[in-house]
């Protein structure tokens, strides 16, 4: 027999006390009376002075002790160790996230984890099932429910980790319907706990045991990644690296730089820059280097730390080509003079627009109505299609309170200082298609969003009634416009994919098959019906890929750049919400405590006592 709370026998000190009370002797009161000859008895009793007796038989003293012990031994809470009997169905879920992939544990936590998981299996009687669920880019069932130990065995043999972040909140919700009314059922997930929101199942009492993996966190990763024209130089392109330090110590790699023509030609080394970044710190980079031809730039970390994934990330960089934007004014001067000082823009200005904008990337509406609608994509200031929403109204002075600035639209742009005569507004909301960047208590001000294939930028106000163009972000802000409805940035931007998600390619016309060569060389064929958009979802592996679709020849890039799922720090417990909590652990619950068998014997006894009692005195 074990104890749970051994320090519960410290109230044993009070066994004495009751012992104490039986020893002392009853107070006796001095009475006056005419004789002693029929109190000698009485007298002989009182002459002791001692303040105690000697103990004596007692059944109500031995039923008082009996019961102290009982609740002591209760408080205890005593236990049999035994191995309690498995649920009827086991949920198991590995997670196959990047961080799974780190060397801490021999040889990697996901081997680690799986090693447990077979553990699992080993133990199930012939009437339990299990189900296994593998939670990487996507969550997939392995295995459906099944006794077949031989079956289980095999498909978490061949499960494998990707490099995409971790997605486990699918995995929750799926095993969660399936243990759903079950009254014996858990859900095992074998994970190392680098998961940032469960808060929606806060309320849901999932019935779920945390098998923490990993020890440590040594680790230097690349967090982010982009290349963008050079603002102080035209002609140079410039690329942004962030790496972090998720260790508590001091950390040291050398950080590279390589380039690779869309040719399929070899990357050459362009820069090696030595870095040293303190514990549980971050070092942005940038690097400034010519670029003569379309290509992929690579930067990679060469220090050993426990995760490989993220010490390697790639982009893809096209040369800025010429902007040709048309702008649809009565004479707005400031505007005309923003567009203009946007590098590479070919801007042709005009009082109306009766051809759908042909030959441009994208239009600006400034306070004009169309004849004809552009096609393309569209900046418009207080100009509304149908299209677009239902109904707006107007309000007056409206007070800025808050704009999104992780936007693309709103990067490096401030609205504190800006003050707006009048506003147009969404009279239902902010619709659909859209999502608001800019809002006023009363509804949002500006707009953006894709509808259809169409980028679109709707600014409810003039910006000539308003102080805005006097500000730095109003220049800024139509810098960032320009960049964001460019056709060519668009498909930039399409080019780097999180490891995971599928990649998207709309087509010309339709095709009926495609070749993708992948990161480690190989190469796998595509079939399809006629279909207009491609879309491919095997980018499990970080690194650098080549499609080729009829005519369409296009390179993309795959990267894991999390900040999440860099920090392999292991956790000791899950947060589902503020309050609710799941710590890590290798115990299965178990109903072997033997402390209400103890604290049940104990009211007998306490019932039984009264009535000793009441039986004497009655």
């Known amino acids: 027999m074990s104890f749970l709370a051994p320090l519960a026998f410290a109230f044993a000190a009070s066994i004495p006390v009751v012992i104490v009370f039986y020893l002392l002797k009853r107070k006796r009161v001095v009475k006056l009376v005419s004789s002693t000859l029929l109190w000698q008895k009485f007298l002989a009793d009182t002459q002791a002075s001692a303040p105690f007796q000697k103990l004596r038989k007692n059944w109500l003293l031995y039923l008082q002790l009996l019961l102290l012990a009982l609740a002591v031994l209760a408080l205890t809470r005593p236990y049999f160790a035994t191995e309690a009997k498995p649920a009827q169905l086991r949920v198991v879920i590995l997670d196959g996230s990047a961080s799974m992939q780190a060397t801490d544990e021999s040889p990697a936590r996901f081997e680690k984890a799986r090693a447990e998981a077979l553990k699992w299996v080993d133990s199930l009687e012939p009437t339990d099932q299990m189900i296994v669920l593998l939670a990487g880019a996507n969550t997939e069932v392995k295995q459906s429910a099944t006794s077949e130990k031989a079956a289980l065995r095999r498909v ?28 014996s059922a858990e859900i095992h997930l ?14 849901k009492a999932l019935p779920l045991i945390f098998h923490k993996v990993g020890q440590r966190a040594d680790n230097l990763g690349i967090t982010a990644l982009d290349v963008r024209a050079n603002p102080e130089d035209a002609t140079q392109r410039a690329i942004y690296a962030n790496v972090v330090n998720v260790a508590s110590n001091t950390l040291s790699t050398d950080l590279e730089l390589y380039f ?9 080394l362009l820069e090696t820059r030595p870095l040293t970044v303190p514990g549980q710190q971050t070092a942005p980079q940038v690097f400034r280097v010519s670029q003569a031809k379309d290509g992929v730039f690579t930067v990679r970390l060469t220090g050993k730390d426990d995760l490989a994934a993220d010490n390697e990330a790639a982009i893809v960089s096209l040369l800025p080509k010429p902007v040709n934007v048309l702008l ?20 042709a200005v005009a009082n109306d627009l009766t051809d759908a904008g042909a030959g441009f990337d994208f239009v600006v509406l400034d306070g004009v109505t169309p004849t004809d609608w552009p096609s393309g994509n569209v900046l418009a200031f207080r100009v509304v299609n149908p299209n677009w929403m239902e109904s707006v109204s107007s309000v007056d002075g409206p007070v800025i309170v808050d704009w999104k600035s992780t936007h693309p639209l709103l990067r490096y742009a401030g609205f504190d200082n800006v003050q707006i005569v009048q506003s147009l507004t969404p009279a239902r909301g902010t619709p659909p298609w859209a999502i608001s960047i800019l809002e006023a208590p009363q509804a949002p001000l500006i707009l953006a969003g894709e509808l259809g294939r169409q980028r679109l930028v709707w600014v409810g106000f003039d910006p000539l009634e308003s102080n805005w163009p006097l500000r730095v972000s109003f220049p800024i802000f139509i810098a960032n416009a320009v960049d964001w409805l460019n056709p060519a940035s668009a498909k930039s931007a399409q080019l780097l994919v999180k490891a995971g998600d599928p990649f998207r390619l709309a087509l010309a016309e339709p095709v009926k098959s495609a070749e993708v060569k992948l990161p480690d060389g190989k190469s796998t064929t595509l079939n399809f019906e006629g279909a207009n958009e491609l879309v491919f979802g095997d980018t499990a592996k970080q690194g650098v890929y080549h499609l080729r679709a009829g005519t369409n020849e296009v390179t993309f890039c795959a990267n894991l750049l999390d900040a999440n799922e860099s920090d392999i720090r292991p956790r000791d417990e899950l947060k589902f919400g503020e309050y609710t909590r799941v710590e890590a652990t290798t115990v299965q619950r178990t109903n072997m405590e033997l402390w209400r068998t103890l604290a049940a014997i104990g009211l007998v006894v306490l019932l039984f006592e009264w009535w000793w009692y009441h039986r004497r005195t009655v």
């Open 260 to 268: 690779q023509g869309l040719g399929g030609e070899s990357r050459q």
């Open 328 to 347: 649809v004014t009565r004479g707005n001067r400031l505007l005309e003079k923003a567009l203009r000082a946007v590098a590479n823009v070919n801007l």
């Open 156 to 183: 978490l043999q061949s499960a494998a980790p990707a490099d995409s972040p971790t997605r486990l909140v699918p995995a929750l919700k799926m095993a969660e319907s399936l243990v759903r009314d079950r009254r």
């Open 190 to 203: 074998f994970s190392d706990g680098a998961i940032s929101e469960l808060s929606e199942f806060e309320l």
